[in-house]
T-cell receptor, first 113, second 113 residues
Framework: NAGVTQTPKFQVLKTGQSMTLQCAQDMNHNSMYWYRQDPGMGLRLIYY???????DKGEVPNGYNVSRLNKREFSLRLESAAPSQTSVYFC????????????FGQGTRLTVV | GEDVEQSLFLSVREGDSSVINCTYTDSSSTYLYWYKQEPGAGLQLLTYIFSNMDMKQDQRLTVLLNKKDKHLSLRIADTQTGDSAIYFCAEIPGYSSASKIIFGSGTRLSIRP
């Protein structure tokens, strides 16, 4: 039982390059989330998807797009990477938006040079 | 304000109690959480408390909630080396949707021999 799986674990991009971070969960959860974690700033919500077919902006959506491909998968795309997007990215899922427990992936460490 | 506030660092001696403090933003928050992040890993839910409770105890963990002061604390009794991690306080404010959980910046707990 894998839980929440993120790929890749590490990535280095040049400014202006694009990439997609993948996330999949095998717990049949309705809600999925993308966060970024920066030193001293906790986790900030980028986008979330309350259910299959819906996505909504979080606190820091600029420079990102998302796709809820199906109930299992929720991808995060950087169309034109910037150094300010250097961060650790976490995907999470929960059964509903009630949020009694969220399950997190291992994280993707992204560096934009 | 909008921030969930925590001190960034705490150092305790092995076997002593650790107390991690948090000030949250919204007195109408329904759920308050403590998440634990071990090095190189995602966050894991440690415990949570409903806003109608003052205290919750679970083995070595004690959560205290002071709604009047919007203060949440996590006490870890008999702290062990395996407790070394970053601890995040989090809330779901009553004014936001349940998907928009707000995390504190995290408290890094280190254990001295």
């Amino acid at each position: 039982n894998a839980g929440v799986t993120q790929t890749p674990k590490f990535q280095v991009l040049k400014t202006g390059q694009s990439m997609t971070l993948q996330c999949a969960q095998d717990m049949n959860h309705n809600s999925m989330y993308w966060y970024r974690q920066d030193p001293g700033m906790g986790l900030r919500l980028i986008y979330y998807s309350a259910s299959e077919g819906t996505t909504d902006k979080g606190e820091v959506p600029n420079g990102y797009n998302v796709s809820r491909l199906n109930k299992r998968e929720f991808s995060l795309r950087l169309e034109s990477a910037a150094p300010s997007q250097t961060s650790v990215y976490f995907c999470a899922s929960s059964e509903g938006t009630d949020y009694t427990e969220a399950f997190f992936g291992q994280g993707t460490r992204l560096t934009v040079v | 304000g909008e921030d969930v506030e925590q001190s960034l660092f705490l150092s305790v001696r092995e076997g002593d109690s650790s107390v991690i403090n948090c000030t949250y933003t919204d007195s109408s928050s329904t759920y308050l959480y403590w998440y634990k992040q071990e090095p190189g890993a995602g966050l894991q839910l440690l415990t949570y408390i409903f806003s109608n409770m003052d205290m919750k105890q679970d083995q070595r963990l004690t959560v205290l909630l002071n709604k009047k002061d919007k203060h949440l604390s996590l006490r870890i009794a008999d702290t062990q080396t395996g407790d070394s991690a970053i601890y995040f306080c989090a809330e779901i404010p009553g004014y936001s949707s349940a998907s928009k959980i707000i995390f504190g910046s995290g408290t890094r707990l280190s254990i001295r021999p």
